[in-house]
């Protein structure tokens, strides 16, 4: 049994994705194609987001908006403490610092108590800097609360990076992740969501003026032509191959987000009982949200012995994420120790992951469930 089946999906779109790669051959524009403008333009109309610039991959998608913002050593930015490493890595990068925030223990997001937690810090982690912004996470898929993170940015002056790395497709209160806060960034990683077949990313807003700084930071900060650079920037671009690949994944997806969905609820259903007895937590989603499943994540007793149980099955399982960002060995300078964000570090000491993707079939999800339930009864 594979983590994530990449293969079912492509068998599925094989032929349409030939002709799509096939037709970038023959027009040979390999650099920024048309194929890279119409999908920018269709994932604007997914997101329901005036601007869409493709980019090279997820971290680039939050490192460009941090550098058009001229975010440097003077800066903190809040980000949450249980993530992917790349929401807090492009921070200490432009060498501005990371005011880290715990994270709700059911969402796995961080919410108004826990923002407002982490600012009573500011002064104390971070004397005589100013709080910048801060990069929101979607972790697994779900939105977090924006309604009550865009209140805190205003009361404390911020702007919101939302990370929607794992995101792509899930919806806030009707509106769709990459359109949540006033920029977004997502990764078309091969096992994200939405993904293409290398790396791949994009950034969302509905300001043109950022857009277009934006668009010159992915291009070595040009300027008006190609050899008058304006500010430093980056080789940001997505190749228009990822770009064709995309588009025709993009077909399918939302009919993929369902079957994702299927999985889940179907996974939550099963396992209640043993939610009940207190041996697991499924994921809890809010009712105002729909979630794009990058992981179904569990937090269970006995992770190692659930681990070991489940692998001789051959039933894989990953941990995301082993480490949470305050206590790894990069961060150190920032002098956080063990207690500082209590919630994070249990996640980081419970959580497993367990298959989840479209294609998983009725029998794979039974084998799941029943080796679950095997361990704890
Ligand atoms: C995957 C991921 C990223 C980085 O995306 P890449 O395309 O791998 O660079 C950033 N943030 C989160 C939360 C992620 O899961």
Redesign the pocket.
Known sequence: MDFIDLKAQQERIRASLDKRIAKVLDHGGYILGPEVQELESKLNNYCGTKFCLSCA???DA?LMPLLAMGIGPNDVILAPAF??F??AEVIGLLGAKTLFVDVDPKTFNITNKTLEAAMEMLSKKHPGLKARGLIS?N?FGLPADYDSIGKFCQKYNLFCLE?A??SFGSSYHGRKSCSLASISAT?F?PA?PLGCYG?G?AVFCDDEDLYLKLKSIRVHGQGQSKYHNERLGLNARLDTIQAAVLLEKLTIFDEELDLRNNVAARYTEQLRDLVKSGFIQTPIIPEHCISSWAQYTLIVKNRDGLIQHLNKSDIPTMIYYVVPMHLQEAFKDLGYIKGDLPNSEMLSDSVVSIPMHPYLTLSDQDKIIAGIRAFYT
Do not use: E, P, R
Request: glycine share 12%; proline share 0%; aromatic share 12%.
């Open positions: 991959n997820g971290t939050l993530t992917f790349a929401t996470v972790l990370d790395a794992q990764s990683f994200k790396d990313g």
